[in-house]
Antibody, heavy 121, light 111 residues
Framework: EVQLVESGGGLVKPGGSLRLSCAVSEFTFSDAWVNWVRQAPGRGLEWVGRIKSKSNGGTTDYAAPVRGRFIISRDDSKNTLYLQMGNLRTEDTAIYYC????????????WGHGTLVTVSS | QTVVTQEPSFSVSPGGTVTLTCGLNSGSVSTSYYPSWYQQTPGQAPRTLIYNTNTRSSGVPDRFSGSILGNKAALTITGAQADDESDYYCILYVGSGAHVVFGGGTRLTVL
């Protein structure tokens, strides 16, 4: 069974930094495009960004609200996805989910259970 | 700015059929936007229902189907059950960078 397990969430002050991790198991991680999606309290789902597989260039794409502040990276040797968040704002408070895209197709497939990030003074 | 539109709420009777839609603030949705659909119950992670317009994710019952209806993507649920009561989100792939854009979600009530 494919499993995605996020970690690294917590309380951070505005302007601070945090790094999230997502460990993926029972999945061909190196071939996958993987994403971060977030959900602020009481709000809908919001795409944060994606990193493509290395065979597709390993490039990243970001949603406008986080571009220039967040960095997505991956370590295929550890089957792990990362989200480095900087210059955090109160509006970044959310549950952060990692999710894989359907292999060689379009759409999100497997989801983690999420990790909560709270930005507050 | 691309805005993906969904009905804020919908209700369906048990055993009934409901169609939720996913549109664009400007333009029509086609298969080239690769619409997909996700179900989320409170406190839970999303669950993938449909990807690439009409392909059911593994384990999803055939009561759930995806299509293009007119100028929108659509999710049809037939034989609605109590545990279908959830939030439903669509996503579209937009732009040359294939950015993912979520709709605002539809809260479905079964009563």
């Amino acid at each position: 069974e494919v499993q995605l397990v996020e970690s690294g969430g917590g309380l951070v002050k505005p302007g601070g930094s945090l790094r999230l991790s997502c460990a993926v198991s029972e999945f061909t991680f190196s071939d996958a495009w993987v994403n971060w999606v977030r959900q602020a309290p009481g709000r809908g789902l919001e795409w944060v960004g994606r990193i493509k597989s290395k065979s597709n260039g390993g490039t990243t794409d970001y949603a406008a609200p986080v571009r220039g502040r967040f960095i997505i990276s991956r370590d295929d040797s550890k089957n792990t996805l990362y989200l480095q968040m900087g210059n955090l704002r109160t509006e970044d408070t959310a549950i952060y989910y990692c999710t894989t895209e359907v292999l060689y197709n379009y759409g999100l497939e497997y989801w983690g259970h999420g990790t909560l990030v709270t930005v507050s003074s | 700015q691309t805005v993906v539109t969904q009905e804020p709420s919908f209700s369906v009777s048990p055993g009934g059929t409901v169609t939720l839609t996913c549109g664009l603030n400007s333009g029509s949705v086609s298969t080239s936007y690769y619409p997909s659909w996700y179900q989320q119950t409170p406190g839970q992670a999303p669950r993938t229902l449909i990807y690439n317009t009409n392909t059911r994710s593994s384990g999803v019952p055939d009561r759930f189907s995806g299509s293009i209806l007119g100028n929108k993507a659509a999710l049809t649920i037939t034989g609605a059950q109590a545990d279908d009561e959830s939030d439903y989100y669509c996503i579209l792939y937009v732009g040359s960078g294939a950015h993912v854009v979520f709709g605002g979600g539809t809260r479905l009530t079964v009563l």
